[in-house]
């Protein structure tokens, strides 16, 4: 699974990423992020018509196009083994797939000692960016644009740590993936091509647990400072 993440990538590191030129996308300038929760507001890229692509912001937690009222399931993950046909997923999954920049995130085990959440923050080498595969819709009963992120069974390295992992997509594969006229019969074959093995990780302070203090963001460049293992 991935329930939190990081996006601390400059804008023109974003660019070398994705082909985006409208003013707006290149003009822009986030805030860098270091904890993203569920239900935030996130950036992610669609297909344009013309083969460039577009910056899109939405709710991680997907709502399907056709729902009269916010998911109570879990939808800011979308499994890679029913994607395909999962009700709240496969309208998306055939036309509505996206890229959702980033440069890590997090899992956790359970502390033997007290039997508490350590994080752990991954990330590929030299802490460069990354694009997490997804999906996307748009509500027009809520008005609320949102998106997920597909996860698939973990393998090393980062199956030492859990047994799920987000699908990270090799980038010769993005337009591809991105293409709403792609066949879905090969959809996939392009999210074999995942670049999860490169992963590096630590461990990191549990003030990371927290998404929230006293209603504010626990969102800060502390967030991703290793801590010394005893």
């Known amino acids: ?12 590191e974003i660019h070398r990423l994705y082909r985006l030129t409208a003013p707006a996308e290149t003009g822009r300038n986030d805030v860098p992020r270091y904890n993203i929760a569920p239900t ?28 009269n009222e916010m998911p109570k399931a879990t939808t800011f ?15 998306a999954f055939k036309s509505k797939r996206c890229l959702i920049p980033a440069d ?40 609320i644009t949102s998106c997920t992120i597909i996860t698939e069974p973990s393998a090393a390295p ?19 993936w991105l293409d709403p006229n792609t066949p879905t019969g090969d959809l996939k074959e392009i999210l074999s091509h995942d670049i999860d093995s490169n992963l590096q990780f630590y461990r990191v302070g549990r003030e990371v647990n927290a998404a929230a203090i006293n209603k504010k963001p626990n969102d800060h460049a502390g967030m991703i400072e290793p801590i010394a293992l005893l």
Not at 114 to 122: A, S
């Open 40 to 67: 935030d507001d996130v950036p992610f890229i669609t297909a344009r018509e013309d083969g460039n692509h577009k910056l899109r912001t939405g709710r991680w937690w997907l709502v399907p196009f056709w729902a």
């Open 104 to 143: 890590g995130y997090y899992e956790w085990t359970i502390s033997p000692a007290d039997k508490k959440r350590d994080p752990w923050h991954f990330f590929q080498p030299g802490h460069t960016p990354f694009s997490f595969a997804g999906l996307w819709a748009y509500n027009s009963n809520l008005d």
């Open 77 to 91: 993950n979308a499994r890679i083994e029913g994607v395909d046909t999962t009700p709240a997923f496969r309208d």
């Open 1 to 12: 699974m991935c329930g939190r993440y990081t996006r601390y990538l400059s804008w023109s």
């Open 158 to 176: 980062v199956n030492q740590i859990h047994d799920r992992q987000p699908l990270i997509l090799d980038p010769a594969y993005y337009d591809a």
